[in-house]
């Protein structure tokens, strides 16, 4: 490589991997940053930020995450129906017992870049409740 021009990565030069995180025991916040450089890309040496270098990540035991402090009672996710009367509100506590998948997505997108780019790295993250999950033809690496 010269070293007077700058590297981009191409999109036919993208290889990208599988990774399988269990979440059993892990703490929300440290998980959805690590899962975010890695949708990113920000773990590889041709990390290039307007492009998407990032890999696949299968998430597994989604139900068994662990919040610190007293984050299961006091913190809400709130959404507006765009309905009069239609602002919802959920704790945590709520949401991991029904939907337990959207709360790791949900704190990883909020870490993604705002851009056109977050909408295909989202898609890359895969998010199971339990133990079982449909992509072992991929064959996933442990991270």
């Known amino acids: 490589m010269d070293m007077n021009k700058a590297f981009f990565l ?3 030069e ?4 599988w990774w399988l995180i ?3 025991g ?3 916040g440290r998980l959805a940053t690590r899962i975010a450089d890695v949708l990113r ?3 590889k040496a ?3 930020p307007h492009s998407d270098a990032g890999d696949y990540i299968v998430v597994i035991n989604a139900e068994k995450i662990v919040l610190t ?3 299961l009672e006091d913190k809400i996710y709130d959404r507006y129906t765009g309905w009069m009367g239609g602002y919802k509100v959920t704790t945590a506590k709520e949401m991991l017992q029904k939907f337990p998948e959207r709360v790791i997505e949900h704190a990883v997108k909020g870490m993604l870049p705002k851009n056109k780019l977050s909408d295909q790295m989202i898609k890359k993250l895969k998010v199971y409740a339990g133990t079982n999950h449909p992509h072992a ?3 996933p690496q442990q991270a």
């Open 22 to 24: 269990d979440a059993e």
């Open 10 to 12: 191409k999109k036919e």
């Open 46 to 48: 041709a990390y290039t």
């Open 69 to 71: 402090g007293n984050k």
């Open 14 to 17: 993208q290889q990208p991997q």
């Open 26 to 28: 892990q703490v929300l």
């Open 137 to 139: 033809a991929q064959n």
């Open 41 to 43: 890309g920000r773990h």
